[in-house]
């Protein structure tokens, strides 16, 4: 789902989908290019290993996966993730 399938920075659409709040099976399938596809729980934990990687190596704390995207949702939803990070 990462990114709506549109090219776009992670959202917290994303976190919500790896945190369970959001269950594919009733999410409409309106995201990709035709807005016909569904929630993609495989790329947003693509993305967000790819953001922990890079909070990790920039960082003198060590942060799980969890961690971050907890922090994420926890920061609010006016950005993109990738503007706070």
Do not use: W
């Not at 989908?17 to 569904?38: A, D, S, T």
């Amino acid at each position: 789902m990462t990114r709506y399938r549109k090219g776009g920075p992670l959202a917290v659409t994303d976190a919500n989908l790896l945190l369970g709040r959001l269950i594919p099976e009733y999410f409409p399938k309106i995201f990709g290019k035709h807005e016909n596809e569904p929630l993609d729980v495989d790329a947003s934990r693509k993305e967000f290993e790819n953001l922990a990687q890079n909070i990790n190596a920039n960082s003198a704390n060590e942060f799980t996966l969890d961690e971050i995207i907890y922090g994420c949702v926890s920061r609010g939803t006016r950005h993109p993730i990738s503007e706070r990070t």
